[in-house]
């Protein structure tokens, strides 16, 4: 039954400013071992990354190798998305430049699978709340779901 309330939902974004504060990035402090948890950054907002997986590994060593992304953080897991079905924490913000344009790929869901059958329904139906949210926002952000960079560069190439 709380599947459904989800079916058809739409976000609208309220007013025409979006702010955000960078300290709260900077208040919280990142604890892990590198070679373990960590890996080292140049393009990231830190030093080092964080990740909690190796599809998470690999995202972030492939950001780090790629042109096109000129920063990207892994979201804590106080950021937050609010749906019917609770709180989203979704894994990365990538700003990407491309052709000249640069575009917030706000979050790129880093799931192991794709396939919607094999997510359990209410996080695949998080995930549906976590794209309408995004595209609400406009045109400056995308919402992918990818289970590798890959898939994230294939997404890229559609927009």
Not at 14 to 35: H, M, N, S
Not at 64 to 91: C, H, M, Q, R
Not at 135 to 140: E, H, L, T
Not at 149 to 158: D, I, M, N, R, V
Request: with cysteine; proline share 3%; hydrophobic share 35%.
């Amino acid at each position: 039954m709380r599947l459904f309330i989800v079916d058809g939902i739409k976000y609208e974004k309220i007013g025409d400013e979006c702010y955000y504060v960078q300290q709260l990035f900077a208040d919280k402090e990142i604890k892990g071992y590198l070679g373990e948890n960590l890996i080292e950054s140049q393009k990231s907002i830190y030093n080092y990354v964080r990740y909690d997986s190796d599809v998470e590994a690999g995202f972030a060593s492939r950001f780090e190798l790629s042109n096109d992304v000129k920063v990207y953080a892994k979201l804590p897991d106080w950021f937050k998305i609010d749906t019917p079905l609770g709180s989203y924490n979704p894994d990365w913000a990538v700003l990407v430049e491309m052709d000249g344009q640069e575009k917030l790929y706000f979050v790129v869901e880093t799931k192991g699978s794709l396939f919607t059958d094999t997510l359990r329904p209410t996080e695949q139906a998080k995930i549906e709340c976590g794209r309408e949210h995004f595209k609400a926002m406009g045109n400056d952000v995308e919402f992918a779901l990818a289970n590798n960079y890959e898939a994230f560069s294939a997404e890229l190439s559609k927009h």
